[in-house]
């Protein structure tokens, strides 16, 4: 059974950081993509930043490009720092994982269907 389970988040100050975690267990597959996903009350879900396991390939919004970084090891562990936040990242942060089968952006468009496993999500909140 594949688990995600995230840690990190927080209340932060606008301008502050914080690093979210996510240990994954259990996923087999040959080349995955893990991505962050995330949710503000009364919004539908965005995708925020996508890794390839082997190749290293990197996807991030726009909304986030030069603030945020995704990495991960060999360890299944996965991280997405957040810098210089603003109020409007405000939300819960999902972590997902799926097969790397297409290029990050598509599989960040069509997240439902590429992305089978979810974590139970982490709260980021900052105040301005």
């Known amino acids: 059974e594949v688990q995600l389970v995230e840690s990190g988040g927080g209340l932060v100050q606008a301008g502050g950081s914080l690093t979210l975690s996510c240990a994954i267990s259990g996923f087999t597959s040959d080349d995955a993509a893990i991505a962050w996903f995330r949710q503000a009350p009364g919004k539908e879900r965005e995708g925020v930043s996508c890794i390839s396991r082997n190749e290293g390939t990197t996807y991030y919004a726009d909304s986030v490009k030069g603030r945020f970084t995704i990495s991960d090891n060999a360890n299944n562990m996965a991280w997405l720092q957040m810098n210089n936040l603003k109020p409007e990242d405000t939300a819960v942060y999902y972590c997902?994982?799926?097969?790397?089968?297409?290029?990050?952006?598509?599989?960040?468009?069509?997240?439902?269907?590429?992305?089978?496993?979810w974590g139970q999500g982490t709260q980021v909140t900052v105040s301005s």
């Open positions: 997902a994982v799926g097969d790397y089968v297409a290029p990050l952006p598509v599989l960040m468009g069509s997240s439902s269907q590429y992305f089978g496993t």
